[in-house]
């Protein structure tokens, strides 16, 4: 997959770029039951909301083969790739479940800004990839970005190690607002396969999951290899510290994996 001169610009000015149909349903099925793996194990990596259901499984691609798969999914990093000019490693990669009733808030913030005050990533020459696993609506606590603030460069912020199980350099409610009312506030939603490419830079947030319905987005956060992190404060595995380009596999790597996976059966 290439993205279009038209697309490409369309990152420039708004932050983001959202892509349903990414991937098939036979592929989104293979994704939803290796997000139910990872996160009934038992280790480090799989962080819990306050009630003890999850929240997050760092690093799942490190040690579940059908997230190896995602991370170097063509689909993703050639985009990526022809976004940031050049080879790319994994800064940070994350299964996020946002459980139903119990998925908690994730405040308004700018990813880039932590990977700068935390990992001292020189330049936020690295962006997100959120990939829908189950249906994103309005209701199931669905990301929001503010379009166009990725233009204004690292915000202010101050270090909410409070609110959630998770850490996060969050944004003052009057630089929102300020934010906000310049851009606007745009909710994707869609389908199983859906994707959001965003910016480092963009602000975004998501309100808590009150509906019945489970909302599990993988997150891919890839960095230019030459604009890798020179600071080690974070866990390895929320980090990364292996700077490694990512060769793309093929474009059938996950429909090859489920049919390996029902035959075995
Ligand atoms: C994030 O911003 O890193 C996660 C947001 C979410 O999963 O809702
Ligand atoms: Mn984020």
């Known amino acids: 997959m290439k993205l279009s001169a038209s697309q490409l610009r ?15 349903s036979e592929e989104m099925a293979v994704l939803r039951r290796a997000a139910s793996e990872v996160f009934a194990l038992d ?24 997230f190896r798969r995602l991370g170097a999914h063509p689909r993703l990093i050639n985009p990526v790739m022809q976004i940031l000019d050049g080879p790319v490693y994994m800064h940070q990669y994350k299964v996020n479940a946002k459980a139903a009733f119990d998925g908690e808030v994730w405040q308004w913030h700018q990813d880039y800004g932590t990977w700068q005050r935390d990992d001292d990533m020189p330049e936020p020459r690295a962006m997100n990839i959120a990939v829908f696993v189950d249906e994103v609506t309005a209701a199931n606590g669905p990301l929001m970005f503010i379009p166009k603030s990725h233009q204004k460069g690292v915000q202010k912020a101050g270090h909410d190690l409070e609110t959630t199980s998770y850490p996060l350099w969050t944004l003052d409610r009057a630089t929102v607002t300020q934010l906000a009312d310049e851009g606007g506030i745009v909710v994707p939603t869609g389908a199983p396969g859906s994707v959001v490419m965003f910016h480092g830079n963009l602000v975004h947030a998501s309100p808590p999951n009150i509906s019945p319905w489970n909302r599990t987005i993988v997150y891919l956060s890839i960095c230019h290899v030459d604009n890798h992190i020179r600071r080690f404060k974070r866990a390895e595995w929320i980090a990364h510290r292996d700077f490694t380009a990512i060769e ?11 049919r390996d996976a029902l035959e075995v059966e």
């Open 248 to 258: 793309p596999l093929d474009d059938d790597c996950l429909k090859e994996f489920a």
């Open 43 to 66: 280790r480090q990596e799989v962080w819990r909301e306050s009630t003890g259901t999850p929240r997050t499984a760092f690093a799942a691609h490190t040690y579940n083969e059908a």
């Open 10 to 24: 369309d990152f420039d000015e708004n932050g983001y770029l959202f892509l349903p149909d990414c991937f098939s």
